[in-house]
């Protein structure tokens, strides 16, 4: 297939083994913290926050430091690796605060890897087929969080396990991700590292990607975290075995809609597809706003994911298309840490708004960040994205 090559396949394989891993967890995690361990939702607002914003800044950090080493690989595997150790350990919980403590560690793995991760994809792959290799990365990486939450709601319903035995359940996936990353990954040619230069040093994003990033951060001040639409579904009735279904039935429509999104945008330009998926996202939040019975949730959720899979492919390519190529890691690390910088200050203020004035508000509040960026983008970045 066009764009797939084999480092892009591997990583691809990665991240699906990893997402079943974590998708395992993370759905079961609303109804573990509120329902086991008596966290509220300004609780899980602050470890979502904590954890997002966490790994922004080794995300920014790993990618800076992967243009001035001669291999990205090593970075992966380590991010990779740690999360895979960290994030089982959820099933010792006795507090909230030690799940804010794992999710921590957890995410410093995945800031580790990512900018790396991402720059490797774009090192590996012809500039014209950027969309179709992240979108086929992000497609893989959904068809984890669609196998994750079924796992998890076989072994809770076939098998009865308990909430802490599955959560150690989901070490093996995540343990066979790194050992494929370690034995299937091969590095690519790249401009000569940054070290080498007499200078040494980069810029800060300038020119059109920094317009870019600077509107992602409004929109991203509006997104916040994926687990109150969980605690919204389950509000509206949808019960605790059916949450992983839910959860299934979300990825599915991420995952079938991300490669021929991301595919699209190497035809018809980013800038129009990412315009589109955040006019879905407001458009879905609105309607998380207003909802009052358990189908609704299903068909915003499936609204929901197209918006992922509009966005997820485009906005990085994006990024690859206006980086220089000797600072690719580095124009990851500053994508990555304004998308996670954002996400402390949106899962802090949604939970808040939530909390203290009701999910109309809080909902509201973030489609209407959602819009006003959607507009900036198409006003403020009239640019052909180039190739190269």
């Not at 999360?83 to 089982?88: C, E, W, Y």
């Not at 939040?285 to 918006?307: D, K, P, R």
């Not at 304004?338 to 999910?359: D, K, N, R, V």
């Amino acid at each position: 297939m066009r764009g797939i090559t084999g480092n892009v396949l591997v990583l691809g394989l990665v991240s699906l083994l990893t997402d079943v891993s974590s998708e395992m967890i993370y759905p079961l995690l609303p109804l573990f913290l509120t329902g086991v361990l008596g966290a509220g939702p300004a609780f899980l607002g602050v470890i979502e926050g904590v954890a997002e914003s966490t790994a922004a800044l080794l995300k920014l950090a790993s990618g800076y430091l992967s243009d001035r080493l001669p291999r990205r690989k090593p970075l992966v595997v380590a991010g990779y690796g740690l999360s895979a150790l960290a994030r089982p350990l959820i099933a010792l919980a006795a507090s909230p605060g030690f799940v804010l403590g794992v999710r921590f560690c957890d995410r410093i793995g995945k800031g580790v890897r990512t900018s790396p991760r991402d720059a490797l994809i774009a090192d590996s792959v012809a500039p014209e087929l950027r969309g179709r290799a992240y979108g086929f990365h992000r497609s893989m990486d959904h068809a984890g969080a669609l196998v994750g939450p079924l796992l998890a709601a076989g072994l809770l319903g076939w098998f009865s396990l308990d909430l802490r035995t599955v959560f150690w359940c989901a070490a093996i996936p995540g343990l066979l991700a790194v050992l494929l990353l370690a034995a299937g990954i091969r590095e690519q040619s790249r401009p000569v590292p940054l070290s080498a230069h007499p200078t040494g040093k980069t810029v800060l994003p300038h020119g059109k990607l920094r317009a870019y990033l600077l509107i992602l951060l409004l929109f991203t001040l509006g997104n916040s975290s994926d687990a109150f639409l969980l605690l919204r579904a389950g509000e509206l009735g949808v019960a605790p075995a059916r949450l992983p279904l839910l959860w299934s039935f979300f990825h599915l429509v991420k995952m079938s809609s991300v490669f021929p999104f991301g595919a699209l945008s190497d035809r018809i330009g980013r800038r129009g597809v990412i315009v589109a998926g955040w006019t879905v996202y407001a458009a879905a939040y609105l309607g998380f706003a207003v909802a009052t019975s358990e189908w609704h949730i299903w068909l915003l959720f499936a609204v929901y994911g197209l918006f992922y899979g509009l966005t997820e492919g485009a906005e990085k390519a994006l990024v690859a298309d206006l980086a220089p190529a000797a600072e690719r890691g580095s124009a990851f690390g500053w994508f990555n840490a304004t998308i996670g910088l954002g996400a402390l200050p949106a899962s802090l203020l949604f939970g808040a708004l939530w909390q203290w004035s009701g999910p109309l508000t809080a909902f509201g509040c973030g489609a209407a960040l959602a819009a006003v960026a959607a507009v900036l983008l198409l006003a403020l970045v009239r640019v052909k994205e180039r190739q190269g």
